[in-house]
């Protein structure tokens, strides 16, 4: 997401009429009549969001729990490409037909799109035998039965309007930064950053769907496979437009929990066998890219990626607009996103900082969504993580104390790494850490851009569970420096606003809305402020840090401290 430089924004006089020190809610600000907020309100969420809403709710239920009940919510749905223009009732008229509908939304991607979720999976086959498949003249179908269908008007000159559709990606920045602008608070621009980029409940929805599109097809040679979310889709922490990463689970398959049946003899599968795990990988991933890229609708542009550390199937579901990837030897990943769903969960503090660090990292270019020597928004969120930890009283709790608190059900052993942890939210106590989100913001900025590096050297290597792997070791040194210096500027704008807050009347961007900009005019100051003597120095420190493996707490590196937690 490229930002606008500062010109777009001061055009727009917005700052003249930014916040008061008062405090107010934000759902308040925004329903002020009038206001250019209330024109950028975006429609409430409907109930049943919250699991990632950006109110102060923790969720009650677990990961799993969550996941199993949208999964099975998601095999009950179907994907339907409309005409422009609709009569809503007589749609939901006619596929009443095949059962009793539980809930519908519209959205636009290329096309206008319905997503169904009837109230019994077995109105979907109804539905199909109901359905044909298309022929031209010109070009072969290649018949194929799916949950996702075309629907065609038999009479043209029917009833019909444009129905109200869901937002399917974060609005422009143009109107972010005019609603940031408007925000009460440094506090309340963090959490209405949240509120616009999380996932919305339809979007949530979409993505659970897909992913269940897709296990169809894998149905098709693992009857009993689960084609399950990960990352930032399920973690809490996905910004509108992230990918989708997806996970092939064979574990059903595999049957490892088959049941003992007594007698003499033993049953096995007649299988074949390769030589390792990741060759079994390698050739389930590819006959099931050559499936998607023959038969998957929508499904296009497959590429497979089958040499990288973790193979996968990368393509772009057109219906849905996502990018997706397709793992299956990484079950790790589900629990490292079930670990950030736990920490996203327990105090609202940590989505909106990891938000905000995210879309700062972005409008700098810090990460970027082509692999490279970035930094990646993962690791990035580790960061935060390990900065709450490190608090006085911490915000969040060490990986050790989630530990401490599981019981036998949780143990979980992947791959010879211990990954451990508590599931159940309401035995973590909740922080008695009050700090406000702008003197957080301030001083994470502080913390990794003018941490006192000729004394100690932070570890960021930050990976939960397969502690020899340093996530962020494909990090340049470029890079580094540029995340340093770009830290330690932020540090020092937020520093300049406390003592020096732009005038009502200054027209000057403002608060983090100073901190997305690429080009603020304090910018250069600083920079020829600093020397690059320090910058150096800190980023070889930095650099050295990153290389190392150890999780003790502060350890000794070349004579420095390492300052790590186990996340
Ligand atoms: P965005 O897609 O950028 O919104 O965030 P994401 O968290 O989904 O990151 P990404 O799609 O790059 O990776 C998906 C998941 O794979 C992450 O959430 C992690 O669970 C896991 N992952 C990504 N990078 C690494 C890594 O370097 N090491 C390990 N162990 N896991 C990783
Ligand atoms: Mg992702």
Redesign the pocket.
Known sequence: MAVPGVGLLTRLNLCARRRTRVQRPIVRLLSCPGTVAKDLRRDEQPSGSVETGFEDKIPKRRFSEMQNERREQAQRTVLIHCPEKISENKFLKYLSQFGPINNHFFYESFGLYAVVEFCQKESIGSLQNGTHTPSTAMETAIPFRSRFFNLKLKNQTSERSRVRSSNQLPRSNKQLFELLCYAESIDDQLNTLLKEFQLTEENTKLRYLTCSLIEDMAAAYFPDCIVRP????V?T???LG??L?MFLDLDETRNLSAHKISGNFLMEFQVKNVPSERIATQKILSVLGECLDHFGPGCVGVQKILNARCPLVRFSHQASGFQC?LTTN?R???T??EL?YIYGALDSRVRALVFSV?CWARAHSL?SSIPGAWI????L?MMVIFFLQRRSPPILPTLDSLKTLADAEDKCVIEGNNCTFVRDLSRIKPSQNTETLELLLKEFFEYFGNFAFDKNSINIRQ?P??TS?N?SKNVSQSQLQKFVDLARESAWILQQEDTDRPSISSNRPWGLVSLLLPSAPNRKSFTKKKSNKFAIETVKNLLESLKGNRTENFTKTSGKRTISTQT
Request: charged share 20%; glycine share 6%; aromatic share 12%.
């Open positions: 990960f990352g930032s889709s973690n922490f996905g910004k992230c990918d990463d990837d990484n790790i990943a589900l490292s996103s950030l995210r990460t990646t928004n993962f690791s969120t990976n569970f397969e792997l996530i």
